[in-house]
């Protein structure tokens, strides 16, 4: 997903933020819309901080 830009609309709850935060662990640019401009601006700054990916054991 590197160099992809994508918009996700409902970006700060339940599947919306999952996907945000999955296309951006995958190297997306992401632009997130939500009703609630903190909570927007909030999570954005999170998915902006690198994460560990977890490993399936097996």
């Known amino acids: 997903m590197r160099g ?3 918009l ?3 970006a700060t ?3 919306g933020k ?3 935060r999955s296309l951006a662990m995958l190297g997306a640019d992401i632009v997130l819309i ?3 401009a903190a909570k ?3 999570y954005g ?3 902006r901080q690198p994460r560990r990916t977890p490993r399936a054991n097996g």
């Open 34 to 36: 939500s009703r609630n």
């Open 45 to 47: 700054s999170a998915c």
């Open 18 to 20: 999952e996907t945000a």
């Open 4 to 6: 992809k830009r994508v």
């Open 40 to 42: 927007s601006a909030s």
């Open 8 to 10: 996700i609309r409902g």
């Open 13 to 15: 709850s339940d599947i």
